[in-house]
């Protein structure tokens, strides 16, 4: 959006401008209502002045070995803003005075909706309420309000706040498989899930080209299907075989049993679940490859995936494929306390069913309809394993087709139907769809400099405005929406800095979707008010992003003499630089200070592009405005 100095300027700009224009609020003159905090809550009564952190400010809590405790304290420590934690049951609260203090309080009466906290920040002192996941959410949200200042010192604006989540499930998912991804980067990655209050982290770990979980029973899952010796370079479509288009580079790796343990208690210190995936029956080339005999022709020769898409051979449905699934089940539930074991059950376009004379005999004794038919009686006896084991499984929405299992749980990802046709019939559902901009594989502008990606686009509005409960579900019937997630498929992403710029700022963007209600949620303010403030803060904790075009600036073609063009840095602390010669800016160009009047020659052309760049020297991509007189 375009914005202008004055209203004389607006009028006689507007007058020679075509529609493309939508000028009309000063930048920074709407006041955020959320002060400044993602996702934003549910209320939020701004206060005046603020708290002032100090050494002698004492953190009271009811439990210190409370696990959110513990990481407020962790915080506290490494933002050297070192306080005593003192145990509320140590003091007599009658002569206790809570004047300067910060109290985590767990032991009050009332109710509090699930998850959800209340936060007062007066002048002398901050109370925070709530239970379990509550208490720790309300944490994030402090720490969002805090401002160190000197060492030892901070301040934290007043006010209060009531807040719980729209949805139960708010979810992330990460592909391994196509590309490894280590331990450390799955820890930050929940790190930022923490931050922006999102508690299930779907996690990929089994697809064609690799398979990325020790099982103890069979090990060759790992030793074989963990590496493939080479990766398809560049883009599928209209690839050749030959093998300059392949990169000869071996990639590999997985985590050992004892490293999933360590991160799932990592996540569980941070109330996230991990839902882990062993897809089944497609997308298992990896697995073929260590165990041929799980195949419908054990003769043919399996090597685990090097190019992307749909692979036509899968497991075949005999009584030993699953018992090595319910064993390799078994193993990744003794892993994973998870409530949700997600089964896959995407993409199987049954070629190797079809040829399989193991699999005609299996259509007609158990009298199927066809192969969808069987690929249902496949998902049906793994959800019963699972089910007989006190879970519930969860499948993409191809595993509707042919019937669906009872007690199944749906991602819908090709699209909202899948979700609409689950919910219709009473099963519990999670949005998830590509087309909703929640597939982050997907490009985040049309500019030419995003790095290569698998297509589709996806920008930061398309995720943000996506609505998770389509309006023609009833009220029963939307209730089985549970929640909301995206997608990190990592085909064309092999390094945690590629990740992180197509993971944020999204998945800010999909945790407001996840959380705030409705009628609150604001484009414009999510991202004119608050994001800057927030990209900041993630530069500083280590995170790369894609930067925004500067705040007020679009590709566009204007037509007109004269205009002023208004602009802020999209990463607060970051400048706006910008040439009016055609040339891409750089950080040599002109620095933005004051609106730019521009006087464009008649018949004449001006040629305007500029970038953010951060304080730690990230760009964005340029953006384009050209004025025709
Ligand atoms: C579809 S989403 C897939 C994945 C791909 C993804 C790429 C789903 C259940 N299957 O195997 O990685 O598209 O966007």
């Not at 767990?106 to 309420?129: A, C, H, Q, R, W």
């Not at 508690?199 to 069979?218: A, M, P």
């Not at 800095?497 to 407001?512: H, I, T, V």
């Not at 706006?576 to 750089?586: A, I, Q, R």
Request: with cysteine; charged share 25%.
């Amino acid at each position: 959006m375009y914005q202008y100095k004055s209203k004389r300027t607006v009028r006689t700009v507007a007058a020679a401008c075509t529609m493309a224009l939508m000028p009309l609020l000063a930048l920074g003159q709407k006041n955020d209502p959320n002060m400044g905090i993602v996702p934003a809550p549910v209320s939020v009564s701004k206060g005046k002045g603020e708290f002032k952190y100090s050494p002698e400010t004492i953190v009271l809590v009811d439990s210190p070995e409370h696990k959110a405790v513990k990481f407020f304290a962790e915080y506290l420590r490494k933002a050297g803003l070192a306080t005593s934690v003192t145990d509320m049951r140590t003091v007599d609260r009658n002569k206790m005075s809570l004047k300067n203090t910060i109290y985590l309080n767990m032991t009050f009466s009332g109710d509090m909706k699930p998850e959800g906290y209340e936060l007062k920040i007066n002048d002398d002192g901050v109370e925070l309420k709530g239970h379990g996941a509550g208490m720790f959410y309300g944490i994030q949200t402090l720490m969002q309000l805090i401002k160190p200042t000197s060492p030892g010192s901070a301040t934290i604006p007043c006010g209060n706040i009531r807040d719980f989540p729209r949805f139960a499930y708010r979810g992330m998912h990460l592909d391994v498989s196509r590309h490894f991804f280590d331990v450390d980067f799955v820890k930050k990655y929940i790190d930022v899930m923490a931050m922006y209050k999102l508690n299930n982290f779907h996690w990929h770990l089994t697809d064609d080209q690799g398979w990325r979980v020790e099982i103890k029973k069979y090990p060759k899952l790992t030793e074989v299907g963990s590496k493939r010796a080479q990766t398809r370079i560049g883009r599928e479509a209209g690839a050749s075989n030959a093998p300059s288009s392949f990169d000869n580079t071996p990639h590999g790796g997985f985590y050992t049993q004892d490293q999933i343990n360590e991160i799932v208690n990592y996540a569980s210190a941070r109330y996230i679940n991990i839902v882990p995936e062993i897809d089944m029956p497609g997308h298992t080339a990896a697995m073929l490859a260590a165990y041929p005999e799980l195949s419908c022709d054990p003769s043919k020769k399996y090597k685990v995936g090097e190019k992307w898409g749909v692979y036509d051979d899968f497991l075949c449905p005999t009584e030993e494929t699953f018992k090595v699934l319910y064993d390799i089940l078994n193993e990744v539930m003794d892993m994973f306390p998870s409530k949700y074991i997600h089964i896959g059950g995407d993409e199987c376009n049954k070629a190797s069913w079809k040829r399989s004379q193991f699999c005609r005999d299996l259509i007609a004794s158990q009298k199927l309809m066809n192969e969808e038919g069987l690929q249902s009686y496949f998902i049906a006896k793994i959800a019963k394993h699972v089910q007989s084991q006190g879970r519930q499984v969860i499948g993409w929405d191809e595993i509707l087709e042919g019937g669906l299992a009872q007690g199944a749980v749906v991602m819908s990802w090709r699209g909202d139907k899948g979700g609409i046709a689950a919910s219709q019939l009473g099963h519990d559902v999670i949005m998830t769809p590509g087309s909703g901009g929640l597939y982050f594989d997907h490009v985040q502008s049309k500019s030419p400099q995003e790095p290569l990606s698998i297509g589709g686009f996806a920008p930061l509005e398309k995720t943000y405005n996506y609505n998770p409960v389509p309006e023609v579900l009833n009220k029963e019937q939307q209730k089985h929406v549970i929640g909301v997630q995206a997608n990190l498929w990592t085909e064309y992403i092999a390094t945690p800095g590629k990740a992180e710029y197509m993971f944020l700022p999204r998945m800010l963007a999909l945790s407001e979707t996840g959380w705030t209600p409705t009628q609150i949620r604001d484009y414009e303010d999510f991202s004119t008010q608050r994001l800057p403030g927030h990209l900041a803060r993630l530069e500083k904790f280590g995170y790369n992003f894609r930067v925004p075009a500067p705040i007020g600036a679009k590709d566009t073609t204007m037509k007109g003499g004269k205009f002023t063009l208004e602009l802020k840095p999209s990463v607060e602390g970051g400048k706006v630089y910008y040439s009016v010669d055609g040339n891409e800016p750089t950080e040599n160009d002109l620095v933005y200070t004051t609106p730019v009047e521009i006087t464009v020659p008649e018949g004449g052309t001006v040629v305007f592009r500029c970038i953010t760049a951060t304080p730690g020297g990230k760009r964005s991509v340029s953006t384009t405005i050209k004025m025709e007189n």
